[in-house]
């Protein structure tokens, strides 16, 4: 069996104590494919450094996260911009709006937004979207923008019915440790979903699962977020690591 982790921060300094460790303990297990999202011009080098050290595990993406988006995010998007023309990267993520910790820079937010999927479909690459207190608002700026956005809406928690928008567009849901949450309701929501709409991620370091909540989200723990999507689909977990890793190549063409 062969697992993608389409959301992992596994350059982060979290990570620096035992990274090489837990990246083959990762790969024993079946997880062996790793999208990295981008977050700011302070974490470009280490998310390149390493993809350089695990070319055929590690799989960059470029973009300035939404929590990022502050009175500098003309210069950063000029960087994401320029990174983005070399042609070395494998989506545009991590983007998106976050209505939860500042809503300070929402317009900014949302210029910023618009600007990097369109620059997602002019380079045909796909997004990872970030919409933290603001699904309906990014399905929204999609549908207003007219482009034929293509990739995940990354940590999905949101309704059935945004849920629905969001494959009815031919995007996927990145889903996580979320789904183990005793009360989170996301396994309602998934279990509407048919399983070719969606991918595993482990959202790492952040948001581990049920038993591991409160610690360090680590690779190998996308094996519980599998183990509970294949109870709620009532499927063999080979069944979903081969669905979700083909979902992730349609995704990222990689």
């Known amino acids: 069996m062969i ?9 982060a300094s979290e990570f620096d104590a035992d990274r090489n460790e837990l990246m ?3 790969i024993d297990a079946g997880v062996s494919r790793f999208f990295l999202p981008n977050v700011d011009k302070s974490s470009i080098n280490a998310m390149l450094e390493l993809h350089n ?11 300035l996260h939404p ?26 993520g991590e983007i998106g709006l976050d209505f939860y910790w500042d809503k300070g820079f929402i317009k900014k937010q949302e210029e910023a937004f618009l600007k990097q999927i369109a620059w997602a479909c002019e380079l045909n690459l796909p ?22 956005v293509k990739g995940v809406f990354h940590c999905f928690s949101g309704s059935i019915e945004e849920a629905k928008a969001i494959t009815d567009m031919g995007m996927f849901l990145g889903i996580g440790g979320v789904i183990t949450y005793k009360n989170s309701g996301l396994d309602k929501i998934v279990s509407q979903v048919a399983l070719k709409h969606i991918v595993l991620e482990t959202d790492s370091p952040y948001l581990p699962p049920v038993p591991h909540r409160g610690k360090r989200n680590i ?7 599998a183990q509970k999507l294949a109870v709620i689909k009532n499927c063999s977990l080979a069944e979903v690591a081969e669905q979700t890793t083909n979902n992730s190549k349609v995704i990222f063409k990689q």
């Open 127 to 148: 997004v990872s979207i970030h919409s933290r207190s603001a699904t309906a608002r990014a399905i929204e700026l999609i549908q207003l923008s007219g482009l034929n």
């Open 67 to 92: 929590c990022s988006v502050k009175e500098n995010y003309l210069d950063e998007l000029a960087l994401v911009e320029s990174e983005l023309s070399k042609g070395n990267y494998f989506g545009v």
């Open 219 to 225: 690779p190998e723990y996308l094996l519980l977020t």
């Open 53 to 63: 050290q695990f070319p055929g595990n590690c799989f960059p993406m470029m973009g």
């Open 3 to 11: 697992f993608t982790d389409t959301h992992t921060h596994l350059y």
């Open 24 to 26: 083959q303990q990762a």
